[in-house]
């Protein structure tokens, strides 16, 4: 991702994007692209994330090939803004966002586009300076977040509050010892930001948890799924134009997702070996020793985190990165609440009247998830209920 903190410069234009003003060139731009190119080949446009690991199994397995869709090389972005950018103007057609920032996206500006599946479950955590003890040790320090539409904030918010900490942003000031202080930053720069004492801790997708393990600069406080039980992080994001006028072309696409989630799960070891940049696609820049640590960790991690109160909840069972691709209503319903009562800069407005129920209902379309789950074995191939509902379960 980009080598420099996200800039104020930066977020404005994300913010700007997510306007429906901001957003109309852009808007203009799709139309044309797909009224000149109607049956344009897959087009995925990822960070260098853990995040994005169906998307780049799937073109490495030959996925898209064998549903008889042309796809080209997934394209590697280098922030949430250009990422953004490229997909409402139609330069990339399928990509993972942080799920928060599809509400942003669909009800903040009314982009056409949906939440097809989700990506991952799992697969973040709260990583702090080695003299960090507990969430108590944070009061009056900073802490850095990859978005303030993400997961991560969600979460990290929680758990400050259960904890009596509260969240703030301040660019000047003093921070008291009963706040926390926010600041959005690119995950490539937080492990260096950590190590010289820029920041107290991090909240972030993988690797880069497991990158200051590695490094020996961090450790994991709490894995954010063993706050919210099998939360989505990222999800897969269309647009409503594909889904409407190429069903059969999204159905073929979503089936190469669900194909790649299933072999993932069963070729952890592989999956980070082809991610690493060691791998013959070099899609992320990361060493396969923190892609392993991830995707396929020692046995004897998982004692080492109960020791240390990294996982709490030794009866969930959590991965530390799992892969299912249901989209559950439940979830989209939980985020919206929580988002309204999340600290948030920017224009959040929109969600006060937001009614969860309708979020879920018009934001996520799983008509082709639910035929490609039945395709590969049903929800039991996931190791999970057959049931298409379910009841969150949030602990911090």
């Known amino acids: 991702?980009?080598?420099?903190?996200?800039?104020?410069?930066?977020?404005?234009?994300?913010?700007?994007?997510?306007?429906a003003g901001g957003a109309l060139p852009l808007l203009n731009s799709l139309n044309a692209r797909a009224a000149a190119e109607p049956d344009a080949p897959v087009r995925i446009g990822y960070l260098p994330i853990t995040d994005a690991t169906p998307l780049l199994v799937a073109h490495n397995n030959g996925y898209f090939d064998q549903e008889g869709v042309r796809a080209e090389k997934p394209t590697l972005l280098r922030s949430w803004a250009q990422l953004v950018e490229a997909f409402i103007s139609g330069q990339?057609?399928?990509?993972?966002?942080?799920?928060?920032?599809?509400?942003?996206?669909?009800?903040?500006?009314?982009?056409?586009?949906?939440v097809v599946a989700?990506?991952?479950?799992?697969?973040?955590?709260?990583?702090?300076?080695?003299?960090?003890?507990?969430l108590r040790d944070l009061g009056g320090k900073t802490v850095a977040i990859p978005f303030w539409y993400s997961?991560?904030?969600?979460?990290?918010?929680?758990?400050?509050?259960?904890d009596g900490l509260t969240p703030v942003s301040r660019k000047t000031g003093t921070i008291a010892a009963n706040e926390v202080n926010l600041t959005v930053m690119a995950p490539s720069d937080m492990p260096p930001a950590l190590a010289s004492r820029q920041i107290e801790g991090y909240i972030v997708a993988e690797p880069f948890n497991?990158?200051?393990?590695?490094?020996?600069?961090?450790?994991?406080?709490?894995?954010?799924?063993?706050?919210?039980?099998?939360h989505a992080c990222c999800v897969v994001f269309m647009h409503?134009?594909?889904?409407?006028?190429?069903?059969?072309?999204?159905?073929?696409?979503?089936?190469?997702?669900?194909?790649?989630?299933?072999?993932?799960?069963?070729?952890?070891?592989?999956?980070?070996?082809?991610?690493?940049?060691?791998?013959?696609?070099?899609?992320?820049?990361?060493?396969?020793?923190?892609?392993?640590?991830v995707l396929a960790p020692d046995p004897s991690d998982h004692g080492r985190y109960l020791a240390s109160g990294a996982i709490k909840h030794a009866n969930w069972n959590e991965k530390r990165i799992d892969f299912q691709p249901y989209p559950y209503p439940s979830y989209t319903e939980e985020l919206v609440r929580r988002l309204k009562g999340t600290l948030i800069e920017g224009n959040s407005t929109f969600l006060a009247s937001l009614?969860?129920?309708?979020?879920?209902?018009?934001?996520?379309?799983?008509?082709?998830?639910?035929?490609s789950i039945e395709s590969v074995g049903g929800l039991k191939a996931f190791?999970?209920?057959?049931?298409?509902?379910?009841?969150?379960e949030i602990a911090a």
Not at 100 to 110: L, Y
């Open 118 to 134: 989700w990506n991952h479950v799992g697969g973040s955590g709260l990583t702090v300076a080695p003299q960090v003890n507990s």
């Open 383 to 392: 190791g999970i209920s057959e049931s298409f509902t379910r009841q969150e």
């Open 355 to 371: 009614d969860p129920q309708r979020a879920a209902r018009e934001l996520v379309d799983d008509r082709f998830v639910r035929r």
């Open 1 to 19: 991702m980009c080598q420099v903190p996200m800039s104020r410069r930066e977020w404005l234009k994300l913010s700007a994007l997510f306007t």
């Open 240 to 293: 409503q134009n594909d889904l409407d006028k190429r069903p059969e072309w999204s159905q073929k696409v979503v089936n190469a997702i669900v194909k790649a989630q299933r072999w993932t799960q069963d070729n952890r070891a592989e999956a980070a070996s082809l991610l690493s940049k060691e791998g013959a696609n070099r899609y992320t820049p990361h060493s396969l020793e923190a892609l392993r640590k």
């Open 210 to 230: 497991a990158a200051a393990e590695t490094l020996k600069i961090g450790k994991i406080l709490r894995f954010t799924g063993d706050v919210w039980r099998n």
């Open 151 to 162: 997961i991560h904030n969600v979460v990290l918010q929680t758990m400050l509050k259960q």
């Open 92 to 114: 990339v057609n399928v990509v993972h966002l942080l799920s928060p920032m599809t509400v942003w996206a669909r009800f903040g500006s009314q982009v056409p586009a949906k």
